[in-house]
């Protein structure tokens, strides 16, 4: 999971909140005490923390809860808002149009490989990208840029031999939607490097500036995107590695600080894995509220119809589905991390690996289901011992691989009907409150 253990305790935190039976000074003390802990262990500047529990605190307990919200809600919604403004003051946004992007950062950021979940998040979205290799420094960079080019499908430019000239070229030559333009690393941001993106951005005239931030740096973000916002006027950030590492709250709260919006965030290794950041959302799922709408949009990625993925969640499949159920959950992610979506199950246990199918695995399943009769594969709890070993023998393989099949069938099959589709929570206690947050 993203932020694992910042979001774990983040998590308690609220629910501590929620079995508190009364809310008065010393309980609002120690919830925020707990709070201060959780941040500064995620390396969050310690100043910014105490602002911040100072800022809920006063309002907690010295301000009247609003209109039909007892105490504890008003406390859980104040403290949502808190965080929220905390980590992000607001939505990141990049606009779905012809475009030049600037990318930039420090070496060992990750925005080579950021840039290229740039292009494909484009590109998924119907826009044609297209990728420029100013990064003419460091050795097999422009290689690498091809590489993950080749692995995107979107066309890479490096023609000259000065980062000047290879923007140029490409301004001339490439037709594509959006041109997302690489530029050289350093360990430090040094005079060189300064000077080479003022060129470039005089060149390019991009309509985005990003800089790419590694989530592992901490607080430390704030300094360099100060720095970099002076030199060329950063519009955004796109924060890497938020999945890898302790420190992703201390960079995300650093960077808001700093002023500049977060745009992309990166949760996972693979091309797919980077997403708009959204505060609201990404601190709803953090805490166990889930994110329905972007479990949607993940979907969406991935090709699967919105019925087809309300099908899936609230566990309304057969056997003569399951297949297709398995494949459609193989293309939206691990299954701990689409549970993690929905409301209530940020906390549910998943047993490992049990979506790691391999196809070999697959097909022998395929044959396992087209050996039953129809009626066993839209009633499969009517499968006896007998009914298995003629199964078995019909697909040309072991007893034991049947078992497996509906042992897997009934385990997916069980944690989708307890998500209820998202819908559980919405009738529960904090209901009312999901709604007022801006969840329901």
């Not at 650093?254 to 959302?281: C, N, Q």
Request: glycine share 10%.
């Amino acid at each position: 999971m993203v932020l694992d253990k910042f979001g774990s305790s983040l998590k308690n935190t609220f629910k501590k909140i929620a079995r508190m039976g009364i809310v008065d000074k010393e309980a609002v003390e120690g919830i925020l005490r707990e709070l201060q802990r959780t941040l500064i262990t995620s390396d969050v500047d310690v100043a910014l923390v105490a602002q911040l529990t100072s800022s809920i605190k006063k309002k907690v307990l010295g301000e009247k809860a609003p209109p039909g919200m007892s105490l504890k809600e008003h406390f859980i919604k104040t403290l949502y808002d808190n965080v929220v403004a905390f980590l992000g003051a607001e939505k990141g946004e990049i606009a779905l149009k012809k475009q030049k992007i600037l990318v930039i950062g420090l070496f060992g950021s990750g925005k080579t490989t950021t840039i290229g979940k740039m292009a494909k998040w484009f590109k998924v979205r119907g826009l044609t990208p297209a990728l420029v290799a100013c990064d003419i420094h460091r050795p097999a960079a422009q290689t690498q840029l091809e590489q993950i080019g080749d692995k995107v499908g979107a066309k890479v430019y490096k023609k000259g031999k000065k980062a000047e000239d290879v923007a140029k070229n490409a301004l001339k030559d490439a037709k594509e939607d959006v041109i997302i333009f690489d530029s050289a690393g350093r360990d430090a941001l040094d005079g060189k490097l300064a000077k080479e993106l003022k060129n470039l951005g005089k060149i390019i005239q991009p309509d985005e500036v990003l800089l790419v931030i590694p989530a592992d740096i901490g607080q430390a973000a704030r300094k360099q995107t100060e720095e970099f916002n002076k030199l060329v006027g950063i519009t955004g950030l796109a924060v890497s590695k938020l999945d890898g590492t302790a420190k992703g709250g201390g960079a995300l709260a650093a960077a808001t600080a700093a002023g500049a919006p977060v745009k992309f965030i990166g949760v996972g290794e693979k091309m797919g894995d980077l997403e708009m950041y959204d505060p609201k959302r990404f601190v709803s799922m953090l805490i166990g509220y889930g994110d329905i709408q972007g479990l949607l949009d993940k979907a969406k990625e991935a090709g699967i119809e919105e019925e087809g993925v309300k099908k899936m969640l609230e566990g309304k499949f057969t056997l003569n589905e399951f297949m297709e159920q398995i494949q459609n959950m193989k293309k939206m992610g691990p299954l701990n991390k689409i549970t993690e979506m929905l409301p209530g199950m940020g906390s549910l246990k998943i047993p490992k690996g049990m979506l790691d199918v391999q196809e070999e695995k697959m097909k022998k399943w395929e044959h396992i289901i087209s050996s039953m009769t129809k009626k066993e594969r839209e009633e499969p709890d009517i499968l006896t011992a007998s009914r298995i070993v003629r199964i078995a023998k019909g697909a040309g393989t072991a007893e034991a691989e049947v078992r497996d099949l509906m042992k897997n069938y009934k385990q997916i099959k069980k944690i989708m009907k307890m998500t209820k589709g998202g819908k559980a929570f919405k009738r529960g206690p904090f209901a009312k409150l999901a709604r007022q947050m801006g969840m329901g």
